[in-house]
């Protein structure tokens, strides 16, 4: 126990010691308030992640829509103000690759970004590669995989059968994206190769906030050598026994042998940030769609008659199990399986926005201009809109129509009177807005088709679960326990 308080207090000091700044900066005239709490380096980091909303909107009523707070040894100026969004992401000296680069590097050892930017521009140009034509295969694999997937799981079960649900979630799309997006290993036994992966995968992400931080790798017990496992079954070598990889894989993937020898083992590390990047939000946000749908059968009910109806208006019969095709604008045509999701996503979606002050700068704000330091961060925190009350009635209800206004989709939300352009922001905005957002949410569509149309479910768990804000600032939250569920083959 001793060792593990030095250790700690060594970590603390050292990071005090590097950021010493952090002891004695001070507001200068013409900066945003600035607020750090009493705790060195931490600052007010765990009352954030307390209550993030709650702590949020008290600061917001302390001292308006930008404040500067200290987080885990950085200074980060907040936007509340929706309507600042846009003009704050347009400002050139705000770079998003700067923060990028230093999280690609920690987390996944990729050095090679932090010097390259043509290596930068190139695998930015792959993302064409999630849309239009190109997402219409991977679409058409993922139904495939899905079925492979779940086939063996739930279609032997004819009684009730019970699982957990966010154990379910993390196996089915670890499995299928994986598949979808890098094909199947045709070395050895396919099923062992895919286990290990997946067990090492969470792993590695139960880590992954940690890894953030400034604590050296080294001391965070086995994530280094979990980190280099990982990046090891994803080399030139071990990805050239997996069959089927995607447009988008191998373009990566020739773009990455032109920057790096065939056997550089930072290939590996490159793939590992798109394979954790592919699946590492979409999981909770299953969990959460999933959640909420079976704690209101009513929602489900719905859901479940608008996905009849389309099935019926194709020709289709619920229950014909995997032979259901849905094309990519029936699925759209979904408008409150959609709403479903966007719902999940503005209760647990946590991202900010996070860009890197180049150079000194000046943020207008509706109280007057702000002057922002080279080398602090500006963030985006959209959570805050999402449960704004003026935006969305009762914000901590879950209403799984929201998003539909007379049987079609609903677009138009408000504050101040003015219609607000961006009212939900779970995949970010500007240039890094994320590629993979229609894979995401056609994934989750085509998982809650085949469940919804074949399985009867219903929650075991009375107890509610809450968000555990682990990963606040950076991606959807998962729930603080698991879930029991049961599952049962409809009767037709
Ligand atoms: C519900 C699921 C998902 C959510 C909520 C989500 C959210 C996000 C967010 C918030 C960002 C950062 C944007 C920013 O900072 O401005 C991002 C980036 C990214 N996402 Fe997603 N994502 C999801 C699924 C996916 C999937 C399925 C893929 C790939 C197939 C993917 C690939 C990426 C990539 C490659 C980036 C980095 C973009 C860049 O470097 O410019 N994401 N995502």
Redesign the pocket.
């Known amino acids: 126990k001793i060792y593990k308080v030095m250790t700690w207090c060594l970590i603390v000091l050292s990071c005090c010691c590097q950021n010493k700044l952090l002891f004695f900066s001070y507001r200068r005239p013409g900066e945003p308030p600035l607020l750090k709490g009493w705790l060195p380096y931490f600052g007010l980091a765990l009352k954030l992640q307390k209550d993030p909303i709650g702590f949020m909107r008290t600061l917001q009523n302390q001292h308006g829509d930008t404040f500067t707070l200290l987080l885990g040894g950085k200074y980060i100026t907040f936007i509340l103000d929706p309507y600042q969004y846009q003009s704050v992401m347009k400002n050139q000296k705000l770079s998003?690759r700067m923060f990028?680069k230093n999280i690609l590097k920690k987390a996944f050892a990729i050095q090679k970004l932090m010097t390259d930017d043509e290596l930068n521009n190139e695998l930015?140009d792959c993302?064409k590669l999630?849309q239009g034509k190109s997402l219409d295969l991977l679409m058409e694999n993922m139904t495939q995989n899905l079925q492979q997937v779940f086939e063996p799981k739930l279609f032997k079960t004819t009684n009730w059968d019970m699982a957990y649900l966010l154990t379910f979630c993390s196996s089915v799309i670890f499995e299928a994206?994986f598949a979808t997006?890098y094909g199947k290993s045709v070395a050895g036994d396919r099923k062992e190769f895919i286990t290990e992966l997946k067990d090492d995968f969470f792993k590695f992400d139960a880590k992954f906030i940690y890894l953030l931080s400034d604590i050296p790798i080294e001391l965070l017990g086995d994530a280094k050598s979990i980190q280099k496992k990982l990046i090891k079954h994803l080399t030139s070598e071990n990805l050239a026994n997996i069959q089927g990889w995607s447009e988008?894989v191998q373009m990566r993937q020739d773009i990455l042998e032109k920057y790096y020898t065939l056997k550089d083992i930072e290939i590996g590390a490159h793939h590992l940030g798109?394979l954790w990047?592919?699946?590492a939000?979409?999981i909770p946000?299953m969990f959460w769609t999933i959640y909420y749908l079976l704690r209101h059968p009513e929602a489900m009910a719905v859901l479940r008659d608008e996905i009849d109806h389309l099935l019926q208006s194709t020709g289709q019969k619920q229950g014909s199990g995997f032979s259901i095709y849905i094309t990519r604008e029936q699925l759209d045509s979904l408008v409150y399986l959609e709403s479903a999701i966007l719902e999940a996503?503005r209760l647990c979606?946590f991202?900010s926005?996070?860009r890197f002050v180049q150079e000194d700068l000046t943020l207008p704000s509706e109280t007057g201009d702000y002057l922002i330091r080279k080398g602090d961060l500006v963030a985006i925190f959209p959570p805050l809109m999402h449960h704004d009350p003026e935006i969305f009635e009762a914000p901590e209800e879950y209403r799984f129509d929201r998003f539909v206004e007379n049987g079609k989709k609903k677009t138009n939300f408000f504050k101040g009177g003015k219609r607000l352009k961006h009212y939900i922001l779970?995949?970010?905005?500007?240039?890094?807005?994320?590629?993979?957002?229609f894979?995401?949410?056609n994934?989750?569509k085509q998982l809650l088709v085949v469940l919804l149309t074949n399985f009867d479910l219903e929650i075991m768990d009375d107890k509610p679960v809450q968000l555990d804000y682990g990963r606040f600032l950076i991606?959807?939250q998962y729930p603080d326990s698991d879930v029991l569920f049961r599952y049962k083959v409809k009767s037709q």
Not at 426 to 437: E, L, T
Request: proline share 5%; glycine share 10%; charged share 10%.
């Open positions: 998003f990028s930015h993302y999630l994206t997006i988008v798109f990047a592919s699946v939000n979409t946000t996503l979606s991202s926005i996070i779970p995949f970010g905005m500007g240039a890094s807005k994320c590629p993979g957002r894979l995401a949410i994934e989750i991606g959807i």
